[in-house]
């Protein structure tokens, strides 16, 4: 019944290390993203893609890598992680997505809880 | 000047007012905006939409928008103690490709019993 789904919802790692979070959603929605909300709980976005197609990208550094194999997943992948990487990663989707798609609605998954030691 | 601005608060409410949650954002082009709530250690959710000036009613919690002033606010009438949590305002920008949101810091409050 879980509408937008990530795993895992804890994440402990070590500098250095590389991680990979994943997200799945089954509301049928076109369009998929991932935010990062830091410790002081603001929500930045890093991406969205849109039937698998990567719409946005918000500077953000290139150890960050999504993707989407299909519309209903995204998974981003964290390469040499760093202590400033720890955060809560949300996954969310939207039925639309698009510029211009006034009344689209964004959904967000449980979060996962990322911490680099 | 912050893209979405919100009080930190805590916003400290007695069991049963109102509690008046603001927002102001700087792009004057902005056409949606969303009120989430996220309780502590949980996602975000969605409690109110709003695309046209006025006043948009929904249960206990209202909306009130006027894009001449960039302003987007939220009332909880009848406030519980269940109310407490951050709330999360967002304002989709029309000039990235996709869909963008971009939020506030939130504003914490705290209903009393």
């Known amino acids: 019944d879980t509408a937008v789904s990530q795993t895992p919802k804890y994440l402990v790692t070590q500098m250095g290390n590389d991680k990979s979070i994943k997200c799945e959603q089954n509301l049928g929605h076109d369009t998929m993203y991932w935010y990062k909300q830091d410790s002081k709980k603001f929500l930045k976005i890093m991406f969205s893609y849109n039937n698998k197609e990567l719409i946005i990208n918000e500077t953000v550094p290139n150890r960050f890598s999504p993707k989407s194999p299909d519309k209903a997943h995204l998974n981003l992948h964290i390469n040499s992680l760093e202590l400033g990487d720890s955060a809560v990663y949300f996954c969310?989707?939207?039925?639309?997505?698009?510029?211009?798609?006034?009344?689209?609605?964004?959904?967000f998954g449980p979060g996962t809880r990322l911490t680099v030691l | 000047q912050k893209e979405v601005e919100q009080n930190s608060g805590p916003l400290s409410v007695p069991e049963g007012a109102i509690a008046s949650l603001n927002c102001t954002y700087s792009d004057r082009v902005s056409q949606s905006f969303f009120w989430y709530r996220q309780y502590s250690g949980k996602s975000p959710e969605l409690i109110m939409s709003i695309y046209s000036n006025g006043d948009k009613e929904d249960g206990r919690f209202t909306a009130q928008l006027n894009k001449a002033s960039q302003y987007v606010s939220l009332l909880i009438r009848d406030s519980q103690p269940s109310d407490s949590a951050t709330y999360l305002c967002?304002?989709?920008?029309?000039?990235?490709?996709?869909?963008?949101?971009?939020f506030g810091g939130g504003t914490r409050v705290l209903v009393k019993p």
């Open positions: 969310a989707s939207s039925q639309d997505g698009l510029a211009g798609a006034i009344t689209d609605t964004q959904y």
């Open positions: 967002a304002v989709n920008g029309i000039k990235a490709a996709g869909n963008k949101l971009t």
